[in-house]
Structures are given as structure tokens and as C-alpha cells.
């Protein structure tokens, strides 16, 4: 009896012009996340880290955290890591130092930068010079995010 209401609930209809039909379940396929690499996110503020971790997840990414350039360089060499995306403005190693020690230590990482700071307030062209590969200034969207990391590591 339990088999013969499985089967009558796997059961879909669909109405037509002429009546109910026998129609195929619609489902949608199972979506699939690739994980295409591992990325350190590097910001001391928890909800910028948190919007930051939700896009690169959501985006099919392999994560790990930290909060601050300290923290971010000991994650860093303990190797793995594919991208940086760090916040200038830190305590204990800023952005800026940062992106130079990874620079350093293996050049061919990628490192993108994000911070509040106005694009006023700061050279931009150091920041591209020590090896950038883009700033992006806060408030940014998910999308501006997402292209600058597909831009960068080519996933």
C-alpha cells in the first residue's frame, strides 16, 4: 500500500485543452558549484567580512578568513591560497603591507583591495604599483565584486 502512494504522489498532471494529461515531474537539475579556488578574505570589521564571505561562497569558492594582515600572512604561507582580497585600513599590518609581503614572498598571487576609504584619500597608483589588481571602494555591489575576482584569476 505505501509503494502505491509513493508512486501516486510522484505522480505530476498538467491541464491542457484537452483534459489532464500525464505530464513528466518538473524539476529543476541539481546546481552544481564548482569550487574554483581558494580565496583569504582580510577585513577587522565582522560585517564587512561576513557580506564578503557570503558573495565569494555564493560565487563557488573555497574561503578561509582573517582579521588583519598578520593573521592574513600566516594563513598565506602555509601556502594554498589563490586570491586576497584585503581591506586597507587594519590593525597590526595594514592593506598596503600586506599586498607588498605577498607581493615579496610569490608575485604571481593576486590581491585585490576593498576599502571605505575615499578614492580621494588615498594614492591609488601605489596600490597598483605594489601590485593590485584592483581597489574596489565600498559601498560595491555583489556583481562589481564577483567580475573583479573573475577578472583577476581568470575562474
Known amino acids: 500500500m505505501m509503494a502505491g502512494m509513493r508512486e501516486k504522489n510522484v505522480k505530476m498532471y498538467a491541464h491542457g485543452s484537452d483534459g489532464l494529461k500525464n ?6 537539475p541539481p546546481r552544481i558549484v564548482k569550487k574554483r579556488g581558494t580565496i583569504l578574505l582580510v577585513d577587522d570589521d565582522k560585517a564587512t567580512l561576513k557580506l564578503l564571505e557570503n558573495i565569494v561562497r555564493n560565487a563557488g569558492h573555497n574561503l578561509t578568513v582573517a582579521q588583519d594582515g598578520k593573521e592574513a600572512l600566516k594563513i598565506f604561507r602555509r601556502g594554498g591560497i589563490d586570491l586576497i582580497i584585503t581591506d586597507i585600513r587594519m590593525p597590526k599590518m595594514d592593506g598596503i603591507d600586506l599586498l607588498r609581503q605577498i607581493k615579496k614572498e610569490k608575485p604571481e598571487t593576486k590581491v585585490i583591495v576593498v576599502t571605505a576609504l575615499s578614492p ?36
Open 23 to 28: 505530464a513528466a515531474p518538473k524539476t529543476e
Open 120 to 155: 580621494n584619500t588615498i594614492d591609488i597608483n601605489e596600490f597598483r604599483n605594489a601590485g593590485a589588481e584592483g581597489i574596489l571602494f565600498k559601498p560595491f555591489k555583489s556583481k562589481e565584486l564577483r567580475e573583479m575576482v573573475e577578472k583577476a584569476v581568470g575562474w
